[in-house]
């Protein structure tokens, strides 16, 4: 599967993440928001909407969902558009 970066964890974001990370993908969200970057680390959502809870709950413990504050490109690793 890809890596994928999420920038905002908010309603789009939050929802987007966790979904891409539950199809197999390595997700990083990015958002300048301390609260909502520690929210996620915590397993919880940044909203409320039916089933998200679980979703970031079970993505996180998977570990193919990890937030950060600052987004950084890796190097060496081929993107694609």
């Known amino acids: 599967m890809s890596?994928?970066?999420?920038f905002g964890l908010g309603y789009v974001g939050c929802v987007s993440a966790a979904c891409f990370a539950k199809q197999?993908?390595?997700?990083?969200?990015?958002?300048v928001s301390d609260a909502k970057?520690?929210?996620?680390?915590?397993?919880?959502?940044?909203?409320?909407?039916?089933?998200?809870?679980?979703?970031?709950?079970?993505?996180r413990a998977a570990?193919?969902?990890?937030?950060r504050r600052r987004w950084r490109k890796r190097s060496g690793r081929r993107t694609s558009a």
């Open 3 to 6: 890596d994928i970066s999420v």
């Open 24 to 31: 197999g993908h390595s997700v990083v969200g990015v958002d």
């Open 37 to 59: 970057v520690d929210l996620v680390n915590a397993g919880k959502p940044t909203i409320l909407e039916e089933g998200i809870a679980e979703l970031v709950a079970e993505m």
């Open 63 to 67: 570990g193919r969902l990890r937030p």
